[in-house]
């Protein structure tokens, strides 16, 4: 099917869920929404309502990008998995990542002290030239790699050093300007802006008026901020069979009418990432079981991202792999998600 973006599944979701707040036969609406916009047969459904995590690939017209999507009920009430994403620090430990760390208000070098750059980036960086380099960067970034000392000693040091410090700085461009902070990579052929990308796989939906204030935060932060809203930043260094990859996301927590029926939005944009995905975005929907609110919630994921490396005579078989890898990472991901808020 074709992919729903973003915006389209949060307006189905709050549309059905909406409609059949506080009536009978509440799980209907869920399995319209879970065999409308992901295509769950019966079966992958009630495999969901019994508590096993499901994880789809979505087709999506746009060659650049592949998007994923799952579901699994959880036992718990919603308010113990916003728990469990807050301390993301404990959710993203361990198999491939390899540090992950939430950063202060504001951010401060200090919170990306465990960074190391894996030695290929540093290889990378000593040759990088704008539409040549191994590493995502953009103008600014290419620049200040140029200015290391790349036949001194310290040349390693000073590469760990320049990256914490220009990761630390492009937050806070994001911070105080929002999209028009992120970067335009100019590692490979043509520019990429991250911020029309990120504004081209948001908006490629409609529904827009139906849950305004998910989408419209998402693309003029830090204007337009709904109250009751949490968000934060972290980075991670995680390596699933492929390079070692730095990223910066962005969490944001929507707490939800809970007469919807759906608790929590909460999205992770990602802000910056050293290798394959330019953007990418994940919508966690966190839906009351109407069989028994209060105590136990689905969670519906979508996960869409965009790569430069999916065109050429190889590149469906490198997208091929990209989405086999993702597809395990989110049924993964829906494990552990699962685990840790029925423990807690």
């Known amino acids: 099917m074709h992919v729903p973006g973003v915006v389209s599944l949060l307006a189905v979701a709050t549309a059905l869920l909406g409609a059949s707040a506080g009536l009978p036969g509440g799980a209907e609406p869920l399995r319209e929404l879970l065999t409308r916009q992901l295509s769950l047969t019966d079966a992958q459904v009630d495999a969901v309502r019994r508590g096993e995590p499901v994880a789809v690939s979505l087709e999506t017209e746009v060659t650049s990008e592949i998007a994923i999507g799952g579901a699994v009920r959880i036992n718990a009430p919603a308010s113990r998995l916003v728990a469990v994403v807050r301390d993301i620090e404990r959710l993203e430990h361990g198999g491939g ?10 951010p401060v070098e200090a919170d990306m002290a465990a960074f190391r750059l894996p030695d290929e980036d540093i290889a990378s960086l000593r040759t990088c030239r704008p539409g040549r380099c191994d590493v995502k960067l953009g103008q600014h970034a290419l620049q200040a790699a140029a200015s290391i000392d790349w036949d001194a000693a310290s040349a390693a040091a000073q590469a760990h ?24 990579y100019e590692d490979a052929g043509s520019p990429i802006s991250i911020s029309g990308e990120f504004e081209h796989m948001v908006r490629q939906s409609p529904g827009l008026t139906t849950i305004p204030e998910v989408s419209t935060y998402l693309l003029q932060y830090p204007r337009a901020r709904p109250a009751g809203v949490q ?4 980075w991670s260094l995680a390596e699933f069979g492929l390079k070692p990859v730095l990223r910066l996301n962005h969490v944001v927590i ?16 990602q802000l910056y990432a050293s290798h394959y995905f330019h953007t990418a975005l994940e919508v966690r929907m966190l839906i009351d079981d109407a069989e028994r609110p ?17 065109g050429g005579l190889l ?20 494990v552990a998600m699962k685990r840790l808020t029925e423990r807690k």
């Open 97 to 106: 990542f390899l540090a992950t760390k939430k950063f202060s208000s504001p």
């Open 161 to 184: 050093r320049l990256m914490r410090r220009m990761a630390v700085e492009y937050l806070e461009r994001y911070r105080s300007g929002g999209n028009a902070g992120l970067a335009v």
């Open 231 to 234: 968000d934060f930043f972290y």
């Open 254 to 269: 929507h707490p939800r009418r809970p007469a919807s029926g759906m608790q929590y939005a909460i999205t992770t944009k």
């Open 294 to 310: 209060g105590r136990a919630h689905y969670l519906v994921v979508l996960n869409v991202a965009r790569s430069d490396g999916f």
């Open 315 to 334: 590149g469906g078989i490198v997208k091929s792999k990209a989405r086999g890898g993702a597809l395990d990472g989110l049924q993964g991901a829906l």
